[in-house]
């Protein structure tokens, strides 16, 4: 990459305010000699590469060559405007990525970062993406790479995963953001941690680990498949009862059961003793059953008959799961489900006697007993 003039000032300024210490990348600024002037925009883009790269060490207060060691902060500095990143072919390791404008507010324009295919390019991040400086939040896009590393997405109120792109990061979606959105990515090697925030899917997609709670909305007919789903309130599915709902008037239909890692997937929901709370999930198209089931429970006492808890509410659910993990009862009690075609519920019983299991069949009581299975 050549490195692109810009006033060392306003730059400086910028890193200050984010409290950086270390060396960071400075992509696309004003020429010091007419601070007014403005990066290049999209009718020719900015460029990352790894031909010689030019890095500001703020310790220094010099450019010193970049190690792509994941150490240093890429800072894109541009108009404001929507702008695009050519990242060259290798494997490119930050610490954090963060747009920032050289005048004013960033606009609610998207930044792409956009690489030479997902086979060439691979960007990795250690510690968060940001998506603008001031204003309103931003919107970030990756296309045509891979994304790995372990990482949060700030001050973005939409982070795109566009065609070409294969997402093998595990990102938590913070609160000051918005929504992370499936337009053509691939997320089956994915660890999504969503913090109350959407899910859009703009495309059909597959997530292989889905955590935490939020809401799925969709610009159409959508299907969504999930490897693993933990559900809970915080990203690690964890921090009591939680749910993920459907917004918006787009169908989102979901199927359960896919693999990850060469393993059937896991479903993993949690119940309350005493009551009849649970998580939940709920959408407004076809649920497809799958995988395994595994419930776990909050609070403390025991089971009683009657405890009901309905776990998955859809337009229609249709399949079964490969398997079934349900809490211990106490003696005398069974699990059984019911699957209305709409709802899908679990309920403790008392156990019923085999003779007396087989006394009920001749006494109307077939229909309960064939939309009911012991678990």
Known sequence: MK???????????????????????????PDPEDPNVAPPGTSNGL???????????????QYVAWNNDGSADAIFMHDGGRNEVNVGEGTFNVNTIS???????????????????ADKTTLNVGSYISGGYVGTPKVFEVENLTLTGTFEVRDTNRFLALGGSVIKADITMASTTTEFRIQGGDLSEATLRMNGKSLGLYADGVVGNLIGHGTLASNGNRTLTIANLNIGANTDGSGGLASWTTTGTGTVNVNFGGSYGGELGTVAMTVELGSSLCDTFEINGTLTLGGNLVINTLGTGDFVSGDSYTLFTAGNIV?????????????????????????????????????????LLGLGGVARILRRRRC
Do not use: C
Request: hydrophobic share 40%; aromatic share 8%.
């Open 99 to 117: 747009r920032r404008a050289t005048e004013g507010a960033v606009l609610n324009q998207a930044l792409k970062l956009k690489g030479l295919g």
């Open 319 to 359: 399949g079964e799961f490969d398997s079934i993990s349900l809490p211990e009862l106490d003696e005398g009690l069974e699990w059984v489900w019911e699957n209305t075609g709409t709802s899908w519920t679990i309920t403790v019983t008392d156990k019923i006697p085999e003779p007396a299991a087989i006394m």
């Open 3 to 29: 490195r692109q003039t810009y006033k060392i000032a306003t730059a400086l300024g910028y890193l200050a305010s984010m409290g950086l210490t270390h060396g960071a990348l400075i992509l696309g600024s």
């Open 47 to 61: 460029t990352w590469d790894l031909d010689n790269p030019s890095w500001w060490d703020e310790d220094k207060n």
